[in-house]
C-alpha cells in the first residue's frame, strides 16, 4: 500500500516536470507561431533568416507562404509534416548536429516537388505533352531559388 503511494508520487513528479518543461519549451521556441501559416515562424530559428528574406523578395510571396510549398495538402498530412520537421530541427539544433548550408531532405523535396506541379498544373500538363519523360523532370533542380532567391 505504502509503495503503491510512492509510486504514485514518482510518477506525478515525473508528469508534472515532463509538462513544465514541455510547457516553458514550448513557449520559450515560440510553439504556437508554428501552428499557424505565418510566414515570420520560420525566422524563430535564426538559420532560416536568409530563406526569409529572400521569399519578402520573389515573386512567389504575393501567391504563397511556406506551408503552400513545404507541407502537404490535407490537415493530419500537413501538421504531421510540421511535426516531425520540427523535431528534428530542434534535435539538430540543440545537439549543434546541422549543416552550415541548409539541405533539403528527399521527403520534403517530395513534397516540394509535388506542390510545384500542383500550382503550376497547365505548366506541366504542357511540358509532359512534348516530353515523354517530363514526369522525371525536377521543377526544383532548375528553379531551386524560386521561392526564396539569396
Known sequence: MQSDAVA???LGVAVGLAAGVGGYTFVYAKGASYLTDRPEACT???IMREQYGGWVKSSH???AVCNDCHTP???LAKYLTKASNG???SFAFTTGRFPDSLRIK???LRITENKCRECHQDIVEAIQ???REAAKLSCVRC???VGHPS
Open 8 to 10: 504514485g508520487i514518482i
Open 61 to 63: 510571396r504575393m501567391v
Open 143 to 145: 528553379h531551386s531559388a
Open 73 to 75: 495538402s490535407g490537415l
Open 44 to 46: 524563430n530559428c535564426h
Open 129 to 131: 505533352g512534348l516530353h
Open 87 to 89: 523535431f528534428w530541427h
Open 106 to 108: 528527399p521527403h520534403n
